[in-house]
Structures are given as C-alpha cells and as structure tokens.
C-alpha cells in the first residue's frame, strides 16, 4: 500500500533578513496512511506549519523527498485542502462566494458551485449567512467558513493548522466531532496540527510528536481508542489518560528546551 | 415586581437614542461651523477689499467674483457660452483621468507581478517621476498640437503616476495567506490575479483615484494654458491678460466646484467596490 503522505529525510532552510541561514526542519521522517487521521504536536516554532507547506507543495524542501499519493510533490498537487493557521479566507468575498470560490476555480459552473457552496454552509452550521462579509463573523464562524471551503473540494489529503485553537471550549469540541463526522464519511487522510495534546489524542489515529526547532519527528503514537468517539467524553476514559501520560512525559522535554531557548533568545 | 425590570431595560434605550440625539446634535453644529467659517473669510474678504486693506485690483472681492460667475453663466464668456467652456475641461479632465487611471492600474499590476520587470523598469519610473512632469503639458502642445488630445495627455501623465504607484505598491501588499489558499484552491495565475491581487489592491488604487482626479483637473488646466481655444483653463489665462482678478477667481471657484462633485462620486464608487470592508466612521471623512 502506498502511504498518503511520505516525508524522507527533508530538511528545510530559510534564509533570515539579516543573511544568515535558519534551519526549520532537520531531517524529517514522516508517513501518512491512507485515510488516516495524525495529529501533530510539538513546541512553537518547530517547524509544524512548514512541514504543511511542504506537504502542500506551496514550499520545495531544500533536502530531501516529499511524496503525495505516491507522486514526487513539484508545486501544488490535487486532492489537497489546507486550512490555513491564519485567517486566509477572502475578505472581499462573501461566505458563500468564499466557499464557492475552490469549485470554480476548478471549473464547475457558477450555478453548479453555488448550489454545492449551499450545502456545505449549512453543514457547518451557516446557513443564514451566506451573504455576510468575512468581517462581519466571528472568528469561530470564519474557521468554519475556511473548513467549507476546503473541504467542499472534496480533498484526499487535509492539512489542517491549528483550525481550532481560537474557539472556546464548547465550540471547539463540536466542531472536533462535526470534524471527526465529515472525515469518516470521507476517505481523505488528515494531517492536522495542534499544540493541544488533548486534542491531537482524541482526534487522531497515530500522534506525532515534534522535537524543538530544528524540527524533526521525536516518536509516534498509534491512538487505539475506539471510534466513533465523541470528543467531550473520550478524554475521561482512564485509557485516555494512560495514553496522555506517556506522549505528554515525551512532549513536555521538548517544550522546556524550547521554552528555555526563548528566554535566553529575550535576556 | 416587573419595576426592577423595566429599570434595567429603559438605560439601555435611553442610551442609544441620546447616542443618536448626540449624533444629529453634532452633524448640526458641524454645519453650522462651516457656514461660519465661509461668513467669517468671504465676509473678512468682502469688507477688507472694501475699506481697502486689501488691494482690489489683485485680490477681487467676493461679490465682484460673484457678478462674475452670474455674467458668465447668463451672457456667456469671451471665449463663448460658460457650459461649453466647462464641459471642455471636464472632457480633459476625465479623459486624462481615465487614461491615465488604465495605463496606472495595468502596468502597475504587471510590474507589481513581475520581479524582473520591476527591477529592471524600477529606476527609470522614478527617474520619470522626479521630472516637473507639468512641463511634458509643452511637448504634447507641439506634438499633439493645440487639440484635446495634448491636454488629455497632459492629464494622463499627472494621473498615472499616482495611480501607477499606489496599484504596484497594493499588488506588493498582498497577504501571500490569500495567495496561497487560492492556490490551494485551484486558482490558476489569471484567477489569481483577477481574484486576489486586485481586489486586494483595490483600496490602494481607489484611494489614489481620489488625489489623482484633482491631478487630471490639473494637467487639463495647464494644458489650456500652454495653448487653448476653450475651457476653464483657458477662461483664466484670459483673464489674467486682461488683469481681470475676479475672472481668474470665478475660473477657480469652477475648477473647485468641478473636483468636489468628482469627489463625492469617487467615494460613491469607493463605497460600491469596496463594500467588504467594514464601515469606517464618515464623520472621519472630510
Ligand atoms: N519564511 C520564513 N523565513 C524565515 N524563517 C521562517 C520562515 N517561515 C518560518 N520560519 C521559521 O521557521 C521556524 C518554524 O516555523 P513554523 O511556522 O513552521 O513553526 P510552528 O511549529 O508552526 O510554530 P507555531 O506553533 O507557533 O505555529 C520558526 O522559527 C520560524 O521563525
Ligand atoms: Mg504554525
């Protein structure tokens, strides 16, 4: 079986505004099964959002190979949907132009991709603001408007950047399991990045675990927790807290190197 | 029981209409000032020239640019009817302006795109633009001769530049998020550019459109200048031959009245185009 997604010893550098070369990612090594939902965790400023660019295919790495769905990644490949960390959706569009926008671009008719753009509003629970400007939602809405538009595209491969991280807590996990639902209909393999390990075991079918910058896997976790789960219930189950404890004693080493480096980095 | 209720309900209404009393109170008493405002220096004007502090003969009067502007508009001017005169500039103006707006915005948003082309093209732009571009309003008299089409030109220059730079900087703005999410979405380069980079650049480029339609009344005018046979350019220069004050001041109380209606439509297309932007407060606006 060919993995979904195949990282092999990718190292990623940029160059800084002073000249000098920053290392972001050190040898990686990373595989993705079909249809298999990872999580990925590490400290900030490892490296996670740069390894979605290079999946993407928006970034080439400066060593290394990056493979989706068994092809060499060279520019943007199809099948993929991101959601991006920042707000990426468009300001001058309205959420059903927004959500329609990928259809079109792809060459569906105006009509065919608005009617598709309708029902993917209502399933993230729009429906009513198909006219509103971006500014006029709240941040949690216009995550939601970012998810339609990507997955209205119908991905085979889903790079999520920390989509939830702005919402509070009730919001969050309906959307985890409104998440969870929309996948398993689906056959598409997620990648999705949280600095919540909470988050990343009760989503997820594997955890990886990133070291401090320069980034690189540490260890991965296969989660053997049942599905369907429910997100607001899972993280009480006694095995959840088992599974928590053991990548959180890998984790945590990370996250105080990198805590450590930054308080040098300010002195 | 239902007291304590009420009590608390009836702040929240009282406030905003007091929010909206205030509102009306202010948008009266601005109003208000501008008149006086206008009283105090026509009316300062008006008796300075009367009691002779100010010299009538170069600085006019009010009520001699007033009589002016009613002669022209019922007897018509010198050079013919006022309304000819008018539509005229108007004409050149909103050609320059058109013209040059077009040029601005094209080749803004392809040197903006093009890395190549800017550094390439970059020095001689600003090599360009750091030239009095007034004086190009000479070239074109002798090029294009004494027509609508030197002044056109004339106005187009003034107005490409502004808009040239404002579309190249806003197109070197773009949130490269929204660039790569409408790649990731399947946008090809022309979807790309026609659905991110420019409406993005749009507030940049309609800003400049507000300073540059000034720029193409003024290059309109200084075209007449450099040789007319009409217009409101024209108007003056003829009356500043004949040492006519008050004829050169009714010709600039035109020109001002011109580019304030082409204002208030500029930012009427503002609020059209960019209507996904929130509202920013009008009393801002000036
Ligand atoms: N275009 C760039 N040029 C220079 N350095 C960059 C660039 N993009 C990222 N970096 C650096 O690479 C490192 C990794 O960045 P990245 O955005 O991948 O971190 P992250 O793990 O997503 O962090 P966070 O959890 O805070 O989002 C950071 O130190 C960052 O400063
Ligand atoms: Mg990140």
């Known amino acids: ?267 | 029981m239902s007291r304590p209720q009420e009590q608390a309900a009836r702040p929240v209404v009282d406030l905003a209409a007091r929010r909206r009393q205030q509102a009306r109170r202010r948008q009266v008493s601005v109003q208000l000032l501008r008149l006086a405002v206008a009283v105090i220096v026509l009316g300062g004007w008006e008796l300075g020239a009367r009691s002779g502090v100010i010299d009538k003969f170069f600085w006019s009067q009010p009520s001699d640019i007033a009589t002016t502007l009613w002669h022209w508009v019922k007897d018509g001017t010198d050079l013919g009817p006022l309304w000819d005169q008018v539509l005229t500039t108007l004409e050149e103006t909103v050609g320059g302006f058109v013209v040059g707006s077009i040029l601005g915005v094209v080749l803004g948003v392809i040197l903006g795109r093009n890395r190549l082309l800017s550094d390439v093209m970059g020095p001689y732009i600003k090599a360009a633009n750091a030239i009095p571009r007034v004086v190009v309003g000479a070239l074109f008299a002798i090029s294009l001769g004494l027509d609508i089409r030197s002044k056109i030109a004339t106005a187009a220059v003034l107005v490409f530049f502004v808009v040239f730079f404002n579309a190249f900087q806003g197109v070197r703005e773009v949130d490269r998020n929204l660039v790569a999410n409408a790649r990731i979405l399947g946008a090809d380069g022309r979807r790309l550019t026609t659905e991110v980079i420019i409406p993005s650049a749009l507030s940049w480029i309609i800003a400049s459109l507000h300073t540059s339609f000034g720029l193409a009344l003024v290059g309109a005018v200084v075209g007449e200048l450099f040789g007319a046979t009409a217009g409101v350019g024209e108007l003056i220069y003829s009356a500043k031959n004949n040492f006519d004050a008050a004829g050169v001041f009714a010709g600039m109380a035109l020109l001002a009245a011109m580019a304030l209606v082409a204002e208030a439509l500029i930012t009427a297309l503002e609020d059209r185009l960019i209507r996904w932007r929130p509202p920013v407060a009008t009393e801002t606006r000036i």
């Open chain 1, 1 to 267: 079986m060919t993995p979904a997604i195949e990282l092999r010893g990718v190292t990623k550098r940029f160059l800084t505004p002073s000249g000098g070369v920053y290392t972001a990612l050190r040898d990686l090594h990373m595989t993705v099964d079909p249809g298999e939902f990872c999580a990925v965790v590490g400290p900030t400023g490892c490296g996670k959002s740069t390894t979605l660019g290079l999946i993407s295919g928006l970034e080439p790495p400066s060593e290394g190979e990056v493979e989706v769905l068994g092809k060499p990644v060279n520019g943007i490949a199809d099948g993929i949907g991101y959601v991006f960390q920042s707000d990426a959706v468009f300001p001058w569009k309205t959420v059903l132009e927004n959500v329609a926008a990928g259809p079109r671009y792809r060459g569906a008719s105006n009509r065919d991709a608005r009617e598709r753009a309708r029902d993917w509003i209502s399933r993230v629970g729009l429906s009513g603001f198909e006219d509103r400007y971006p500014y006029q939602l709240s941040g949690g809405m216009r995550k939601r408007v970012a998810l339609a538009q990507s997955l209205i595209n119908g991905p085979r491969i889903l790079l999520m950047d920390e989509p939830f991280s702005a919402l509070d807590v009730q919001t969050r996990s309906l959307m985890e399991n409104e998440l969870l639902g929309l996948w398993s209909a689906s056959s598409a393999s997620v990648v999705f990045i949280t600095h919540d390990l909470e988050e990343a075991i009760s989503l997820g079918d594997r955890v990886f675990v990133m070291t401090a910058g320069p980034g690189t896997m540490k260890s991965n976790y296969k989660i053997d927790l049942p599905r369907p789960r429910n997100v607001a219930e899972i993280r009480f189950q006694p095995h959840f807290a088992e599974i928590y404890e053991e990548i959180w004693k890998d984790l945590r080493d990370e996250v105080l190197v990198s805590y450590e480096r930054q308080k040098r980095g300010a002195a």
